[in-house]
């Protein structure tokens, strides 16, 4: 039982190019969530699915898509990254809303030049 | 708009001191309140939350919290800090709106010496 994984742990990209952080849980979890985290920021929801196929805007979209075509994974897109982004970004799950544990991965790592 | 103030982004102990971590929060509806932890380079980790119920909540590590609804606070307590305590904490809310996640504070670094 791996809980939430991450890839890649680190990157680092050129302004203007594009990438994906992969995020996979195998808790079979209905909800997950991508957060960014930045210093003397706390964590902000960038977006957020209540299952597969569905997807929703969180606090701080713009710049970013997800797409959640299986279950058990949750994809990050940045189409043109910016140094704006440079952050590390969380993924999480959890079984259900309001009172259910979020359980988190071990963060991304991104650094945009 | 439901929101969470840490008081305090750097809190510093001796190992056997009280641990007071300070978590006030704003929500219209009754909140569901968090405390998770954030050990360096890795994810954040469930401390402890109250929902409802018993408003001093035990969680793991020897922390607790208690729900004040009159101080709209949930501060976090140990007392007694050890040495593998350090690290960085968040207080969160969730208020129990449609389409809303968790709203986390801006989080507390704490430090202990020996």
């Known amino acids: 039982n791996a809980g939430v994984t991450q890839t890649p742990k680190f990157r680092v990209l050129k302004t203007g190019q594009s990438m994906t952080l992969l995020c996979a849980q195998d808790?079979?979890?209905?909800?997950m969530y991508w957060y960014r985290q930045d210093p003397g920021m706390g964590l902000r929801l960038i977006h957020y699915s209540v299952g597969e196929g569905t997807t929703a805007k969180g606090e701080v979209p713009d710049g970013y898509n997800v797409s959640r075509l299986k279950k058990q994974n949750f994809l990050l897109g940045l189409e043109s990254a910016a140094p704006s982004q440079t952050s590390v970004y969380f993924c999480?799950?959890?079984?259900?809303?309001?009172?259910?544990?979020?359980?988190f991965g071990p963060g991304t790592r991104l650094l945009v030049l | 708009a439901q929101s969470v103030t840490q008081l305090g982004s750097h809190v510093s102990v001796s190992e056997g001191a009280l641990v007071l971590l300070r978590c006030n929060y704003s929500s219209s509806v009754p909140p569901y309140l968090f405390w998770y932890v954030q050990y360096p380079n890795q994810g954040l980790q469930l401390l402890l939350k109250y929902t409802t119920g018993a408003t001093l909540v035990k969680g793991i590590n020897g922390f607790e919290a208690e729900f004040k609804k009159s101080e709209t606070s949930f501060h976090l307590t140990k007392p007694s800090a050890h040495m593998s305590d350090a690290a960085e904490y968040f207080c969160a809310v969730w208020a129990n709106q449609a389409g809303t996640a968790l709203i986390f504070g801006k989080g507390t670094t704490l430090s202990v010496s020996s």
């Open positions: 808790m079979n979890h209905e909800y």
């Open positions: 999480a799950s959890s079984y259900g809303q309001s009172v259910e544990t979020q359980y």
